[in-house]
């Protein structure tokens, strides 16, 4: 079984920083892509960022421009750079990862303050 482990979250101010990363527990063969989401207390779950296994990025509009995908393969892991964040960018942040199965991480929150 392949668990997905995210960390780099926490407490920020507007217009700091923060990188997030997700490592997978194993190695994920057959990966299609990677993505992370983050889900709003009231809201709904939504695409941040993904990276796709020929190396395709997509942000979603709120984010471009600020935020950035990369991964690691030796690691196995992915990242979310967070730039020039705001509070509307307070949300728990999930790691996805779409192979023969889809993986997610349990979560990691990330609260910009005012």
């Known amino acids: 079984q392949v668990q997905l482990l995210e960390s780099g979250g926490g407490l920020v101010q507007a217009g700091g920083s923060l990188r997030l990363s997700c490592a997978a527990s194993?190695?994920?063969?057959?990966?299609?892509?990677m993505g992370w989401y983050r889900q709003a207390p009231g809201k709904q779950r939504e695409s941040v960022a993904t990276l796709t296994n020929a190396g395709n990025t997509n942000y979603a509009d709120s984010v471009k421009g600020r935020f950035t995908i990369s991964r690691d393969n030796a690691k196995n892991t992915v990242y979310l750079q967070m730039n020039s964040l705001t509070p509307e960018d307070t949300a728990n942040y999930y790691c996805?990862?779409?192979?023969?199965?889809?993986?997610w991480g349990q979560g990691t929150q990330v609260t910009v303050s005012s």
């Open positions: 996805a990862v779409v192979a023969v199965e889809m993986y």
């Open positions: 194993r190695r994920i063969s057959s990966i299609n892509a």
